[in-house]
């Protein structure tokens, strides 16, 4: 590790958010009196660190905890569990599979087709991310003791006829579903973000959105209003959580939680939307 690495990683948390805030979105970060979201964000990094956030992002214990809120029927089915690459069985894994790291966000392998699965990047990607704490990075406290390991899970799809899944966020502040943020066309390079509330009207929320035509929209699923409803569920009690969902053939299934999208540097949202979601983020100070 350089020096400039260990002095930074060495660096108190409230110190490297200051540094980092101004370096990457252009003006100082207010600890004391917060009032955008990526603001607050920042600080609940400091200041709201409950025990269980760190089940919440451990992509393998969390599964049990969302089943025991809304059921295990939410739950992509895991196919394996392990603490080294080497450990994994391959003969035993069906033909499309997903391998990912519990501990990190990225530390990702997709395999649709075991004859043509680029074996030696598969282990250079998952290896690197077992020796990474990713609180390090962007100082996620809810990350930094989560036991690094590697699940596979069933590879899925929107559909029959799809290669991947559509990505549904949707924004939740203790317990009330603002949003729900559609994540299109993943995995052609072009990814695609898009607002919209219960009602299916579309928000204009970031750069993409407002530059929507008049009367845009896209289909929606027809699951929607039960994962609004599962989203409000699994946020009850919480400050702010984002939860991911998808669905695979008209059933719902549970992706992951996130407490700090974009870690709270996220300038693809309109300042008009920094300061909207910043008003709904209730503070334990501003209760």
């Known amino acids: 590790m350089s020096l400039k690495s260990k002095i930074i990683k060495a660096m108190p948390d409230s110190l490297f958010l200051r540094l980092f805030y101004k370096h990457h979105m252009g003006k100082k970060l207010n600890l004391k009196d917060p009032k955008t979201f990526n603001e607050k964000l920042q600080w609940l990094k400091l200041h709201d660190r409950r025990p269980e956030y760190t089940t919440m ?76 704490n990713y609180y390090h990075s962007l100082r996620e406290w809810p990350y930094k003791n989560v036991p690094p390991r590697i699940i596979a899970e069933k590879y899925m799809t929107d559909d029959e006829n799809s290669e991947g899944f559509t990505d549904y966020k949707f924004f939740c502040f203790d317990g009330k579903v603002d949003c729900v943020m559609v994540c299109l066309d993943r995995y052609t390079g072009d990814t695609k973000f898009y607002f919209f ?91």
């Not at 990702?108 to 998952?126: E, Y």
């Not at 989203?231 to 919480?238: R, V």
Request: one cysteine or more; glycine letters at 6%; hydrophobic letters at 35%.
């Open 197 to 287: 509330d219960k009602d299916w009207n579309l928000k204009r929320l970031n750069k993409r959105g407002k530059a929507a035509p008049e009367g845009f929209t896209i289909p929606k699923p027809e699951c929607m209003d039960q994962m609004f409803e599962l989203a409000a569920k699994l946020s009850e009690g919480i400050t702010f959580v984002r939860v991911d969902l998808y669905q695979s053939c008209g059933q719902i299934y549970f992706g992951e939680l996130t407490f700090y999208p974009d870690s709270g540097f996220d300038e693809n949202i309109l300042p008009e939307a920094d300061e909207y979601w910043g008003r709904l983020l209730k503070l334990k100070k501003e209760n």
């Open 57 to 132: 992002v451990d992509k393998y214990a969390v599964k049990k905890y969302v089943a025991d809120k809304i059921g295990e029927q939410y739950i992509i089915p895991t196919l394996g569990v392990w603490e080294k690459f080497d450990d994994i069985d391959f003969d035993k894994l069906p033909d499309r599979f997903v391998l990912k790291c519990t501990h990190d966000s990225g530390g990702l392998a997709i395999c649709k087709d075991k004859s043509n699965f680029d074996m030696q990047a598969a282990r250079a990607k998952i290896e690197k991310s077992l020796k990474t």
